[in-house]
């Protein structure tokens, strides 16, 4: 039964048991709804506890019920029916109350909480909007200002911000139960709240903030419809009495269901789950990680260090020499302390988890530790050196994970005593906040081993994807490739700018060579050198990015890059265009206009042919695996769900 009715004494207990996260799926809301005939039926109870078994609350409508077609009953209805039920609901809530979940938990008259639950209407993420009633009942229980945040980004909010805003009446510190039970019995007999339905929308308290959070929301939109959606529905049930705001919400909620940009954000939202998975690890057992050392305090280290700390891990940096070393740790705290002063974590975990970093200069330190990740300069022979270095002190079972970016991994494992322990995880700055983590899996690899990369990536929070050793692995390459493209458009006829209008255009948050002004150009520099001598002659090369490094315009650090900097603005470079004009002319092309839908066109079609080739080629192993890496590591929109989604589904475009 998904949906079972017990009576304690005066109380009926109704409990929802639909795991992984007791969706409301169609089963559910049957479930729910005979549950309300029996608790109004049952003389007996004076109250019903509504509640759910195992890890959460419901967490939201059952996603995978959204490509068929709706089944009834439908879960504003249910709502409906519970708001309508003469006896007190009480809401006794754990986990994530998400999406359907808080909809429905926002129906009972009364809603209880366990400390760590989180609060949330993430339907934008799908790119939905609350399709029962959340826009119409959460701004008449709180600040319609703070619901618009909720609705709006999808973010989910703690319990104690939760009880601040009044959306919920209590906080259970142990047992959440016991906290529902003495609600209900303080309660009447009757229903004596008015249900939110039947209330009117609080006021906006300051329309100017209102006015300018609408206009932010639709600016920040770049493209997505479902935030722009979400801010007119909370404006709707601010305007309209609850019953007309809520057929407007049900509308909008359809039609956003059947558009192509929910489909493909439900579909990156499971790729995600499933990418890791990986048939051959199935009953693997992953080796145990309780200690993590990391290598090299730098961005990358300290990034890695952190999310370590963060996640629970005890972390011993190893660096150098004793300047490198404190300067690593100095970065590892500046990004936990900022973790405090975003309310993430509090002053006593704090002081914990800067108890839990240890460094040193040597490799000693390292010897109990079960999983090490070197974060060394992009190098092959120094990242080479370290692996065997800790070959010598770390035990026979320890794992070593190199972050590399491109390097070949199999190459570095062969060099070392044990290549069957040596792995990649491909981390993004920084790498505390970016969710990615490419699992690079080396041809010796043991299963355990890898096991115990995806496992460390879940432990973290991270989504990760597994690949193969190649040149850049899935992500960079495809970088890599399309890049190159978008040098031979601007030697085709585009300038810089032109590419990057197209791209932010289409939704990317900046375009490639904004984002290498970002990034700086000497590295990619330092690189293509040391790479000239084994280049193809025959492939086309672009030289316009070199002849910017022998001018030090090496972006935004030095002022110039392919734009110029000057007092703080971003302008396109004259000096620039005409260095484009005169490669042009000196390679004899007959520079001819791209328009911005050709220069998608090219960048998709790019991307497209090198992630074919990385399936066919064995170094990813499913297209969902790409998107995943290009939606998440490098700002492809995931409203369009990925350049390999984009292939079979057009119409996102
Ligand atoms: C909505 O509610 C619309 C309503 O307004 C209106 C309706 C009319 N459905 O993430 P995990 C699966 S829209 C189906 O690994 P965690 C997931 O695929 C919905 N399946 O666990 C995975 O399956 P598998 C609004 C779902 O502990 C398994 O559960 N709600 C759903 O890291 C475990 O998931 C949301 O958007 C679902 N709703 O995180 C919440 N959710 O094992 C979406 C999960 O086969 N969910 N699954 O790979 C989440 O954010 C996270 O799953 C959650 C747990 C935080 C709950």
């Not at 890890?55 to 249910?78: I, N, S, W, Y």
């Not at 006015?211 to 939109?221: D, L, M, N, P, V």
Request: proline share 5%; net charge neutral; aromatic share 6%.
């Amino acid at each position: 039964m998904v949906v079972r009715v017990e009576t304690k004494d005066d109380l009926a207990v109704v409990t929802i048991d639909n795991p992984p996260v007791n969706a409301a799926s169609q089963a559910v809301r049957a479930g729910l709804l005979a549950a309300i005939a029996e608790t109004e039926a049952n003389t007996t109870a004076k109250a019903v506890i509504l509640c759910a078994e195992g890890r959460t609350f419901t967490a939201g409508a059952d996603v995978r019920e959204f490509d068929k077609q709706p089944m009834p009953p439908h879960l504003p209805d249910v709502i409906q029916a519970i708001e309508d039920t003469t006896k007190p609901w009480i809401a006794a809530l754990h986990g994530s109350v998400l999406g359907g979940g808080l909809e429905i938990a926002l129906g009972c008259s009364h809603r209880v909480a366990l400390r760590s639950t989180r609060f949330g209407l993430p339907e934008v993420t799908l790119g939905l909007i609350p399709g029962a009633g959340g826009t119409v009942r959460l701004p008449r229980l709180i600040d319609p200002l703070e619901a618009l945040n909720m609705v709006t980004s999808g973010k989910p909010i703690s319990a104690a911000t939760a009880l601040n805003l009044g959306l919920i009446d209590d906080i259970a510190d142990g047992d959440v139960m016991a906290c529902a039970i003495a609600l209900a019995r303080k309660t009447a007999n009757a229903r004596t709240r008015t249900a939110l339905r039947h209330r009117d929308a609080k006021p906006v308290e300051d329309p100017a903030a209102w006015e300018a959070a609408k206009t932010r929301i639709i600016s920040k939109a770049r493209g997505a419809l479902a935030p722009v959606a979400a801010a007119r529905a909370v404006q709707t049930a601010l305007d309209l009495p609850a019953d007309q705001a809520q057929i407007q919400e049900r509308e909008a909620f359809l039609t956003l269901k059947s558009d192509p940009q929910s489909a493909a954000l439900r579909y990156i939202f499971f790729a995600e789950r499933s990418a890791s998975k990986l048939p051959e690890l199935k009953g693997v057992e992953p080796h145990q990680l309780t200690s993590i050392g990391v290598i090299g305090g730098g961005t990358m280290g300290a990034g890695i260090a952190a999310a370590c700390l963060l996640a629970g891990l005890p972390v011993t940096l190893a660096e150098r020499d004793e300047a490198a070393r404190s300067a690593g740790q100095l970065r590892i705290t500046a990004i936990l302390e900022n973790s405090r002063k975003r309310g993430l974590i509090d002053q006593g975990k704090l002081d914990a988890l800067t108890a839990a970093l240890s460094t040193t200069t040597t490799f000693e330190a390292l010897t109990e530790t079960d999983l090490i990740i070197e974060a060394v300069f992009e190098d092959m022979d120094v990242k080479t050196q370290v692996l065997q270095e800790l070959d010598k002190h770390i035990r026979r079972d320890a794992i070593l994970a190199s972050n590399t970016s491109y390097l070949d991994i199999n190459a570095m494992a062969a060099r070392t005593k044990h290549p069957e322990r040596v792995i990649g995880l491909h981390f993004f700055s920084p790498a505390h906040i970016m969710k990615l983590v490419e699992v690079i899996i080396p041809d010796e690899a043991a299963p355990s081993v890898v096991a115990a990369g995806f496992a460390l990536a879940r432990k973290l929070g991270k989504i990760a994807v597994p690949a193969s050793v190649c040149d850049g692995f899935i992500g960079n390459r495809i970088m890599s490739a399309y890049r190159r493209e978008c040098e031979y458009m601007v030697e085709d006829g585009a300038l810089p700018w032109d590419v990057d209008r197209a791209m932010r255009d289409f939704g990317f948050p900046m375009g490639v060579f904004e984002m290498q002004d970002l990034a700086g150009l000497d590295i990619r520099w330092a690189k293509r050198k040391s790479q000239a001598a084994t280049r193809d002659p025959a492939q086309r090369y672009v030289h316009i990015a070199d002849k910017l490094c022998e001018a030090r315009r090496f972006g935004r650090k030095t002022g110039q890059g392919w734009y110029d900097y000057a007092g703080g603005k971003t302008t396109p470079s004259q000096w620039v265009e005409n260095l484009v004009l005169a490669e042009s002319a000196r390679k004899k092309i007959a520079r001819t206009p791209i328009s911005d839908a050709e220069i998608v066109q090219r960048i998709l079609s790019t991307m497209q042919a090198e992630a074919q080739a990385l399936l066919t080629e064995g170094i990813a192993r499913r297209p969902e695996g790409i998107d995943v890496v290009m939606v998440n590591g490098y700002g492809f929109p995931r409203w369009c769900g990925g350049p390999m989604f984009l292939k079979n589904h057009p119409s996102v475009d």
